[in-house]
């Protein structure tokens, strides 16, 4: 079945680094999905590409989609401690209407 | 707008009963409800998708007599976990998707279920 990896698993940063994480399916996708969930929530929609070559910046957040439609990945510049949490992908694909989360990156972020 | 509950938010039971969750969608309607279920640091696993009106397509591994799923009405979808053992222990969420065909989908809060 399909598959959606992430790399890193987890990463601790001092605030103000720069943080990328970076999703990897085993099949092409018709869109992909990235989601934040902090400790002991939900997860919280951020944002959804559909485009191959897709790129859209939400304030410090950076999401890319892959030319393949099988990658993408998320770039926070200056990492702030509310960026705390773990930030999954999720890849949709054409022939079927579920999701299909990544593994998931736990950011770490202190002072 | 496109909020999703889930009731109770957390349970606690005694192994062998059952536990009911709800999951509604506040402010439209969910031809589709999906049920997740995610273990401590991990990710979240599609359990089944439910659909108004209709049977549940459940995930390869998921025992469709034991995790129970009623989509009776356009707002709400219940998930019975039945005869439930520790190992169910585990945070279920739940999703709605508001139209047939739209990719996005509105999570709820999550219910954490803790079987002694």
């Known amino acids: 079945g399909q598959q959606v990896m992430q790399i890193p698993q987890y990463q601790h940063v001092q605030e103000g680094e720069d943080f990328t994480t970076y999703c990897n399916s085993s099949?092409?996708?018709?869109?992909i999905q990235w989601y934040k969930q902090r400790p002991g929530g939900h997860p919280v929609f951020l944002i959804q590409?559909?485009?191959?070559?897709e790129v859209k910046k939400q304030k410090r957040l950076t999401f890319q989609f892959g030319e393949a439609k099988k990658n993408s990945s998320l770039h926070i510049t200056a990492t702030q401690t509310t960026d705390v949490g773990t930030y999954f992908c999720a890849g949709l694909t054409g022939t079927a209407s579920k999701l299909t989360f990544g593994t998931g990156t736990r950011l770490q972020v202190t002072l | 707008g496109a909020v999703v509950s889930q009731h109770p938010s957390r349970v606690i039971c005694k192994s062998g009963t059952s536990v009911k969750i709800e999951c509604r969608s506040l402010?439209?309607?969910?031809?589709?409800m999906f049920w997740y279920r995610q273990f401590p640091k991990q990710s979240l696993m599609l359990m089944a998708t439910s659909n108004e009106g209709s049977k549940a397509t459940y995930e390869q591994g998921v025992e469709k007599d034991k995790f129970l799923i009623n989509h009776a009405s356009l707002t709400l979808s219940t998930l019975t976990v039945t005869s439930a053992h520790p190992e169910d222990s585990s945070f279920y969420i739940c999703s709605a998707r508001p139209l047939a065909g739209a990719d996005t989908q509105y999570f709820g809060p999550g219910t954490r279920l803790t079987v002694l």
């Open positions: 099949t092409t996708l018709s869109n």
């Open positions: 402010d439209f309607q969910a031809t589709t």
């Open positions: 590409l559909v485009k191959s070559g």
